[in-house]
């Protein structure tokens, strides 16, 4: 039993270790309120737990001063726990002074009692009423901070709660095996001794959980979310308009972080969606940290967008409890910045190009901050400078590369070509490259950068090393791709009908202030039918893309050829003189085709017919437009094919 006992001390004293270099680990990374109080407490109880095993049994002033300090020390351990409990919302004055005062009452008579009696010794008189005093207000705080944290659950995300509820747990534990301690200390059996290590292992466990929970853990408790999260990813992939993305996500986002509300501001810090109560959702910046004792204020939590911003408003311990959901948030809302994006640049071509010169001019400030990748190189061309931005795009810690040559440490810079740029750069060019693939083997980072690189000179100009500030357009070449989706035909390559329909909207807005016809021509492929039935789809595809090559290839570069579908192509052109202009332009889309088609090895001869519609006024009909078109096509195809026809009324219905 005393073997069992020594590993279960041993185990409960590596434990505390462990949990206090955590909590240290935290608190230098955090730097708030409730890491320091957290890292104190566990800082405290591993030197009591630790000086317990070190001290020797021997007597003497030094080591009885010495166990008295450990004493006060474990005395100590409660109230910081409490601190840490009232470092989120504050806590009462009724409830705080007392606390204090009696803390710091304990361990003062702690220090200046004498020591008590060895195992075996009769206790002084006055042992048992210190005794009850110290495990009284042990057992009040540490009843008192799991109450405190049970209550706060109520509400928080799962993550959250179940944290909160393990500190609980562990609070109550430890505070069982102390009590218990305390009052069998005379007793001469080994089962207290076991149920007090047993104990003091287990909440320490439970507190480790608690404040560091392992990541298989992390899984378990957000298996039940994962279902939702995944139905609103594809949800936000399909969603066609800001309506339904932020319909979609913005619940969730709340339901993640257990928060009041969410909301999507633009550049203008006007609401562009909200859900829940966001009351200060215009407010520029992040929301004022609220004063201790505002229990249950809420706090906002921001992440910028590329055009504005996306608040959540969480309680006041999400921040510490709920980090890693808090990460999740910023990935969602890059999911959604995406989704932005994607819904943006499908509305317009004007709005396109829009969002595209923002972007740019986004990159180009970004370029220009200390948030951008920066590395830098010496005359050996050997890393000296390797900033945590570049750390997170390669996946290479700086400590990984710093001091080494850049050429033996990425090879397919040699491999690639690149080196030319180093050197240039150390002669005392500036250089700037293009659109660049760049692949991490060692991490299977991959991507597309930008980067400029410019010389590095001491105070005489002499050239000392070089320095690159990197851009990732990996975002933006995946929104140029969903641009080109959205608007051209995936076939030819030309125009679609949304394309279309808003080009020929915008050539009749713009009668209104530059008069002049608007000439629209449907194109139909004589017999395209025959080709399908006798050669195959793929070779009735093949002509499809070689017709709207000769098109464009016949017209002006500022009209539109699209494929509205099938065999069937539309033509926009504007600033035609008039009708007679018009027929000539159709003329020579004709003409383009009086030489064969070459498909696998067959000269295909091909006619189009070709119908015209003319526009006067901005107040024209763009559908009516094309559907007189259509009428003149058929007339055309009546009168023969391979011509083409102006539409006048009235125009033979077809049967």
């Known amino acids: 039993m005393d073997t069992v006992i020594g590993l279960l001390r041993a185990l409960a004293t590596l434990l505390f270790l462990g949990l206090a270099a955590a909590s240290l680990a935290q608190w230098r990374q955090r730097r708030d309120a409730p890491a320091k109080w957290a890292a104190v407490s566990f800082a405290l109880l591993a030197l009591v737990t630790t000086s317990g095993l070190l001290l020797p049994d021997t007597g003497g002033a030094a080591v009885a001063w010495a166990h008295k300090v450990r004493i006060a020390a474990l005395i100590c351990f409660p109230y ?61 705080l540490s009843a008192l901070v799991a109450a405190r944290l049970w209550v706060a659950g109520r509400g928080q995300a799962n993550l959250v709660r179940r944290r909160m509820r393990l500190l609980a747990y562990a609070s109550l534990g430890l505070s069982i095996a102390i009590l218990t301690a305390g009052t069998t200390r005379a007793g001469s059996g080994d089962w207290p001794a076991l149920v007090v290590q047993s104990l003091a ?84 910046g992040r929301a004022a940290t609220h004063p201790d004792g505002a229990a249950g204020s809420p706090r906002r939590v921001d992440f910028e967008l590329q055009s504005g911003r996306l608040s959540v408003w969480v309680s006041p311990y999400t ?122 083997p060692e991490t299977g980072v991959q991507g597309w950068f ?36 959205a608007l051209h035909d995936p076939l030819t390559g030309l125009a679609n009908r949304t394309l279309f329909f808003e080009r020929l909207r915008h050539a009749l807005a713009r009668l209104e202030r530059h008069p002049g016809p608007v000439a629209a021509m449907f194109l139909d492929v004589d017999r395209f039918k025959q080709i399908n039935d006798r050669y195959g789809h793929d070779a009735g ?22 494929r509205l579908g099938g065999d069937e192509i539309a033509v926009l052109c504007e600033h035609v003189v008039d009708a007679d202009h018009a027929s000539a332009i159709a003329e020579r889309i004709i003409d383009a085709f009086r030489t064969p088609i070459t498909v696998n090895h067959l000269d295909l001869a091909i006619t189009v017919s070709v119908g015209i519609a003319l526009a006067q006024h901005a107040g024209d009909d763009p559908e009516r437009l094309l559907a007189q078109a259509d009428a003149a096509m058929y007339r055309a195809k009546n009168n023969g094919r391979g011509r083409a026809q102006l539409f006048a009324e009235p125009v033979t219905q077809r049967g």
């Open 450 to 485: 930008t980067a400029a690189y410019s010389p590095l000179r001491n105070e005489t100009g002499q050239v000392v090393g070089g320095l690159a500030v990197v851009h990732d357009v990996t975002a933006a070449r995946e929104a140029d791709r969903l641009r080109r989706e």
């Open 319 to 440: 921040p510490f409890f709920g980090e890693t959901e808090l990460f999740r948030v910023r990935s969602l809302a890059t999911l959604l910045d995406i989704a932005l994006e994607r819904i943006r640049l499908a509305e317009t071509e004007r709005e396109t190009q829009d969002a595209l010169d923002r972007e740019r001019e986004f990159s180009q400030r970004l370029v220009r901050s200390a948030s951008d990748c920066i590395f830098a190189f010496d005359t050996d061309f050997r890393y000296t400078l390797w900033n945590p931005a570049m750390e997170a795009l390669t996946g290479v810690p700086a400590a990984a590369v710093l001091g080494q040559v850049a050429f033996e440490r990425f090879p397919s810079i040699v491999e690639s070509g690149d080196d030319r740029i180093f050197r240039t750069t150390l002669g005392g060019d500036h250089v700037g490259t293009g659109e660049r693939y760049f692949d991490v």
């Open 201 to 284: 292992v287990l909440s320490t466990v439970l507190f480790w959980a608690g404040l560091t929970p392992p990541r298989f853990l992390l899984a378990s408790w957000r298996h039940s979310d994962e279902a939702d999260l995944d139905q609103a990813v594809q949800s936000l992939v399909a969603a066609a308009s800001r309506a339904e993305i932020t319909d979609v996500l913005l619940p969730h986002l709340v339901r993640v972080v257990g928060g009041r509300g969410a909301a999507v501001t633009d550049a203008e810090h006007g609401v562009v969606a909200a859900y829940g109560d966001v009351t200060d959702a215009r407010t520029h």
């Open 80 to 140: 910081c726990l409490h601190r840490f409990a009232a470092a989120f919302t504050g806590m009462p004055r009724l409830i705080d002074a007392p606390a204090t005062g009696a803390t710091l009452l304990l361990a003062v008579v702690t220090l200046a009692l004498p020591p008590l009696g060895q195992a075996g010794e009769p206790a002084p008189g006055w042992s048992i009423w210190y005794i009850a005093a110290a495990l009284l207000l042990w057992t009040a």
């Open 541 to 562: 595809d093949q002509v499809l893309c070689a017709i709207g090559e000769r098109v464009t290839h016949a017209l002006r570069p500022e009209d539109t050829v699209a």
